[in-house]
């Protein structure tokens, strides 16, 4: 992690006037009492129970169901506001998904698999002063209980969303004649057999040195099982309990740090790894839909989070 850049007095102003600062949604709007003394918590909840959503920075943000798919204003809805809409809402977006062409899928499901947590670490290196004081702020907030209910609802539309996407990029035939872009990389037969080696960005020029300190990681942190060895199965044929949100947390935490091509996605990496080690999860789609509710999975990410890790650039 990059060190904590000097945050001058006038962006530190600016930002804690804006200390959370809601979102509209198709026009909503609370009724504000005076919360610029610190009842932040219950502005939030105000917030939340009107269906809007939240940012720490202080630009006007606005969402609808006709932009909210737009790339261009998408890359910045993932990355700067808490995703506090109600089901009503979340119902309007997974409806229109069907709608969207295969460019707009796949660059959307790959933004947001690169942005699952809104005012993450990883967009420290380039940001602007504000931004980094929002970093400090979302710190500060995680720490507190009484905004446990925001990042809860975050998370639960935020993996709803990605799961959306994923089934139904999943079930789409690109053609052959669309024109596509260098940062698309949809599923296909050439990707899926790529080796789980090839998905790994390589330190000293030897995706095995990845694979090597992935590898130390796992048996520092503890794992209950050798990962990237063959796990027996069950006499009833399943995996041991645990294992699967054990390689989950493993391909995800990594994934979050950049040891992944982010050419692939979440799952092809996934099958990638099924194919190396022969580890499989049955139902994978659906794992995948909601692995990040599993006890097993925060069990070990968290293992994994302990050690301090640094992202790779």
Request: net charge positive; charged share 25%; with cysteine.
């Given at each position: 992690?990059?060190?904590?850049?000097?945050?001058?007095?006038?962006?530190?102003?600016?930002?804690?006037?804006?200390?959370?600062?809601?979102?509209?949604?198709?026009?909503?709007?609370?009724?504000?009492?005076?919360?610029?003394?610190?009842?932040?918590?219950?502005?939030?909840?105000?917030?939340?129970?009107?269906?809007?959503?939240?940012?720490?920075?202080?630009?006007?943000?606005?969402?609808?169901?006709?932009?909210?798919?737009?790339?261009?204003?998408?890359?910045d809805l993932t990355k700067?506001?808490?995703?506090?809409?109600?089901?009503?809402?979340?119902?309007?977006?997974?409806?229109?998904?069907?709608?969207?062409?295969?460019?707009?899928?796949?660059?959307?499901?790959?933004?947001?698999?690169?942005?699952?947590?809104?005012?993450?670490?990883?967009?420290?290196?380039?940001?602007?002063?504000?931004?980094?004081?929002?970093?400090?702020?979302?710190?500060?907030l995680k720490n507190d209980?009484?905004?446990?209910?925001?990042?809860?609802?975050?998370?639960?539309?935020?993996?709803?969303?990605?799961?959306?996407?994923?089934?139904?990029?999943?079930?789409?035939?690109?053609?052959?004649?669309?024109?596509?872009?260098?940062?698309?990389?949809?599923?296909?037969?050439?990707?899926?057999?790529?080796?789980?080696?090839?998905?790994?960005?390589?330190?000293?020029?030897?995706?095995?040195?990845?694979?090597?300190?992935?590898?130390?990681?796992?048996?520092?942190?503890?794992?209950?099982?050798?990962?990237?060895?063959?796990?027996?199965?069950?006499?009833?044929?399943?995996?041991?309990?645990?294992?699967?949100?054990?390689?989950?947390?493993?391909?995800?935490?990594?994934?979050?740090?950049?040891?992944?091509?982010?050419?692939?996605?979440?799952?092809?990496?996934?099958?990638?790894?099924?194919?190396?080690?022969?580890?499989?999860?049955?139902?994978?789609?659906?794992?995948?839909?909601?692995?990040?509710?599993?006890?097993?999975?925060?069990?070990?990410?968290?293992?994994?989070?302990?050690?301090?890790?640094?992202?790779?650039?």
């Amino acid at each position: 992690m990059a060190k904590q850049r000097k945050v001058g007095f006038a962006t530190k102003l600016l930002s804690n006037r804006n200390y959370i600062k809601e979102v509209s949604v198709e026009g909503k709007a609370t009724h504000k009492f005076n919360f610029n003394i610190g009842f932040y918590d219950q502005y939030a909840a105000q917030v939340i129970r009107i269906g809007n959503c939240i940012t720490l920075l202080s630009n006007n943000f606005s969402i609808n169901k006709e932009t909210f798919w737009n790339t261009n204003y998408f890359e910045d809805l993932t990355k700067y506001i808490f995703w506090t809409f109600n089901r009503s809402f979340l119902f309007e977006l997974t409806s229109t998904i069907d709608t969207l062409n295969n460019r707009t899928l796949y660059r959307c499901r790959q933004l947001l698999e690169e942005n699952l947590i809104p005012y993450d670490s990883k967009i420290e290196d380039d940001g602007d002063e504000e931004l980094h004081w929002c970093l400090v702020k979302n710190r500060k907030l995680k720490n507190d209980p009484k905004f446990e209910q925001m990042y809860i609802l975050d998370q639960e539309n935020r993996t709803a969303l990605l799961s959306a996407l994923i089934k139904k990029s999943n079930s789409d035939t690109i053609e052959e004649n669309q024109p596509q872009i260098a940062f698309i990389s949809p599923v296909t037969t050439e990707s899926k057999s790529r080796s789980f080696l090839d998905l790994l960005k390589p330190i000293n020029n030897n995706p095995h040195e990845t694979l090597k300190l992935i590898t130390a990681k796992t048996e520092e942190a503890d794992f209950e099982f050798d990962l990237f060895s063959k796990v027996n199965k069950l006499p009833n044929g399943k995996n041991p309990y645990g294992l699967n949100g054990a390689i989950t947390a493993m391909i995800d935490f990594f994934y979050q740090h950049n040891y992944f091509k982010k050419d692939y996605s979440l799952e092809e990496i996934f099958k990638a790894y099924s194919t190396y080690t022969g580890n499989s999860i049955a139902k994978l789609k659906t794992f995948l839909s909601e692995f990040r509710q599993d006890n097993s999975y925060l069990k070990h990410f968290n293992k994994l989070k302990q050690l301090k890790i640094n992202k790779m650039k």
